[in-house]
């Protein structure tokens, strides 16, 4: 049997993304290995979000090469993305999960039990029968990682995950994702917060207007950053 092909290393090179007369992406280079967690960091509109649709193959780069596992076309199958804003069905959250797993291939006489295992992952097995649309917005995020874990995804693109929930809500759905990570997932996370980039972070791609600042290890990152604008933004300066 043929082994699967892996959708990593995920290489940029030189990618540009122009849409009109506007340059969203300028010459990214960047190679983003298999591992511990990458997180994108950097200020509104910078281009975070825009990153993480091209590493999902949701948009196709203006110019330059964006390559798979050293393929430039490859089917998004292995990957799966969570955006800021959940889009929930108009069923159950159990019904959620399980037309991920149909979507994702899952024979339907696995489906119960593996809705069930994803939905005790996330801690949402009390509210299964619960209609999705009522869930609380902490509560709408995990069951959106239900659903992209549901695709057993070898890459998880997550557009600030915990962008809108409070402390103990972060904590679960960081505590989620730490554990994908720790299974072989690799994760690719755009994030706001310094903590959260200490708390998960192997690496840190820092973004400032479609270009890419930094890219280091995240303890080089928060404690030496190399450039000016990095160093400002870890003192929680406004990066502009
Ligand atoms: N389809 C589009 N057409 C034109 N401009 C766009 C389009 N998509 C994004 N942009 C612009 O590209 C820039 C980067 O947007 P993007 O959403 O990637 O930034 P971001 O870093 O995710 O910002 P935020 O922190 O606010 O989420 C912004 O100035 C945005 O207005
Ligand atoms: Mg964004």
Same mark, same amino acid.
């Given at each position: 049997m043929r082994a699967a092909q892996s959708d990593l290393p995920l290489v940029f090179d030189d990618v540009s993304l122009i849409v009109g007369a506007t340059t969203i992406l300028q010459r990214v280079n960047l190679? !983003?290995?298999?591992?511990?967690?990458?997180?994108?960091?950097?200020?509104?509109?910078?281009?975070?979000?825009?990153?993480?649709?091209?590493?999902?193959?949701?948009?196709?780069?203006?110019?330059?090469?964006?390559?798979? %596992? %050293?393929?430039?076309?490859?089917?998004?199958? @292995?990957?799966? !993305?969570?955006?800021?804003?959940?889009?929930?069905?108009?069923?159950?959250?159990?019904?959620?999960?399980?037309?991920?797993?149909?979507? +994702?291939?899952?024979?339907?006489?696995?489906?119960?039990?593996?809705?069930? =295992? #994803?939905?005790?992952?996330?801690?949402? #097995? =009390? #509210?299964?029968?619960?209609?999705?649309?009522h869930l609380s917005g902490g509560e709408q995020q995990r069951l959106a990682l239900a659903r992209a874990l549901a695709r057993q995804p070898e890459i998880l693109l997550l557009d600030e995950p915990t962008a809108s929930l409070d402390p103990a809500a972060t904590r679960f759905v960081e505590e989620i994702i730490v554990a994908a990570a720790q299974s072989g997932?690799?994760?690719?996370? +755009?994030?706001?917060?310094?903590?959260?980039?200490? @708390? !998960?972070?192997? =690496?840190?791609?820092?973004?400032?207007? %479609? @270009?890419?600042?930094?890219?280091?290890?995240?303890?080089d990152f928060l404690d030496r950053p190399a450039t000016r604008q990095a160093a400002a933004f870890v003192r929680g300066e406004l990066v502009l």
């Open positions: 190679t !983003i290995g298999p591992h511990a967690p990458t997180v994108i960091v950097g200020p509104n509109g910078s281009g975070k979000t825009s990153l993480l649709r091209l590493c999902m193959g949701l948009t196709v780069p203006s110019a330059g090469t964006l390559t798979w %596992g %050293g393929r430039t076309l490859s089917p998004k199958t @292995r990957r799966a !993305i969570l955006f800021q804003k959940p889009v929930m069905l108009r069923r159950s959250v159990a019904a959620n999960v399980a037309y991920g797993l149909a979507r +994702a291939g899952c024979p339907r006489r696995f489906r119960a039990a593996r809705t069930e =295992d #994803l939905l005790d992952r996330v801690g949402l #097995l =009390d #509210l299964a029968a619960r209609p999705a649309r997932t690799k994760v690719v996370m +755009a994030s706001h917060h310094l903590g959260q980039v200490r @708390r !998960i972070a192997g =690496d840190v791609v820092f973004l400032v207007r %479609g @270009r890419v600042c930094e890219h280091a290890v995240a303890s």
